[in-house]
């Protein structure tokens, strides 16, 4: 009798099935090996299933297929993730095309509590190299760091991380049996130690050209949020924005030079309202709320605070009235407050507490 693993890896070769084909039936029979098992009536009945992928399922007998992933992942140690394991990376599955199964091979955990994708041209400037170490060095260290492994902007993130003491993952668009580009073996071989490789491609599978979006929506899919440092206005880059605007992700886009062909597809981004304006490693903490210091307040910055918990909004006039400060010093507390994102300025001169700082 064939294990779990044996049926999961088995589905995703069935040539016409995908992710979301897949899913629909694994709502249905829960698992892999109960799809294999069913009537011709039974998958009928799932919503979207049609009678060629039926005959598909029915009709496939490639079990020596299966075998050789089965041993190559045993022998190797290498993890397989089912989309219904808990270890599975759980943002995907926010994502209705997630992978059905992903190949794994690390020690940083998948489901780390924030998780940054940085993806960019193969070709950077200094300027990209030189953003991206002033961002990660600056990153606290729970930050899982996640690119696809290509040349350029990719390898500057698994580089840069790796320096900073940052776990980081490479999502490959082939298999585990090679590592694309060559060049990036040794770096691929270091991030096993602190971090890991990651793809939904069986061995012997090639890193072919339409595999790369694929690898894109995971780069995408299983992050908080995607910073794109430089990219033309078309590419890899642009399509993994992209996957993270559709999945409901932040996208942080690094302006740059209106001349410079390799800044104009984030200038593009931002233009558009499809990614927010990166300025420097404490505002993107900010963005994300990753920010877990807690600020530095003097006691007329409490007793401030302590008293805007009394109702919502007020106003300067009222401050003046209820604190008994001047102009000048009740000015420069508010502002002061407000640059540590602790009140809001409202119109008309109107202030108000930030919801995280009435139950401080």
Not at 204 to 220: D, G, L, M, S
Not at 270 to 292: G, S
Not at 293 to 314: C, D, G, R, W, Y
Request: glycine letters at 6%; proline letters at 6%.
């Amino acid at each position: 009798m064939q294990s779990d693993c044996w049926y999961n890896i088995a589905l995703t070769f069935i040539p016409t099935i995908g992710p979301i084909t897949r899913r629909a039936l694994l709502e249905e029979f829960t698992l892999s090996k109960n799809v294999f098992n069913a009537s011709k009536k039974d998958l009928l009945q799932v919503k979207g299933i049609g009678e060629k992928i039926v005959n598909e399922i029915l009709q496939w007998n490639n079990p020596s297929q299966v075998d050789a992933e089965y041993a190559f992942i045993q022998k190797h140690q290498i993890t397989p993730l089912f989309i219904t394991d808990v270890n599975y990376p759980q943002k995907l599955l926010e994502c209705p095309d997630a992978p059905t199964l992903l190949y794994y091979k690390g020690t940083a955990n998948l489901n780390a509590s924030k998780i940054l994708s940085i993806v960019g041209t193969r070709m950077p400037t200094q300027y990209g190299h030189y953003i991206i170490e002033d961002c990660l060095k600056n990153m606290p260290k729970d930050v899982l760091i996640v690119s696809g492994l290509a040349l350029g902007i990719d390898t500057i993130a698994h580089q840069t991380a790796l320096v900073n003491g940052l776990n980081t993952v490479g999502v490959l668009a082939h298999g585990l049996d090679e590592i694309y580009p060559p060049p990036n073996k040794i770096l691929a071989k270091q991030m096993l130690q602190h971090g890991g490789l990651l793809t939904e491609f069986n061995c012997k599978t090639i890193p072919e050209k339409y595999n790369f979006p694929k690898r894109n929506r995971v780069v995408a899919g299983m992050a908080d949020a995607t910073l794109v440092v430089e990219t033309a206005l078309k590419g890899g880059s642009i399509i993994t924005a992209d996957f993270a605007s559709q999945y409901h992700r932040e996208v942080i886009a690094v302006p740059g030079k209106i001349t410079d062909q390799r800044s104009r597809g984030c200038l593009k981004l931002i233009q558009e309202n499809k990614a927010a304006i990166y300025t420097n490693p404490n505002e993107l903490l900010q963005q994300l709320n990753w920010v877990n210091t807690v600020p530095v307040l003097s006691p007329e910055k409490k007793a401030l605070i302590h008293l805007m918990k009394q109702q919502e909004i007020f106003s300067m006039d009222e401050l003046l009235q209820l604190t008994g400060l001047g102009i000048g010093s009740l000015s420069g507390l508010l502002l002061q407050l407000e640059l540590q994102q602790i009140i809001q300025v409202l119109p008309g001169e109107s202030f108000t507490l930030m919801p995280a700082f009435y139950s401080t």
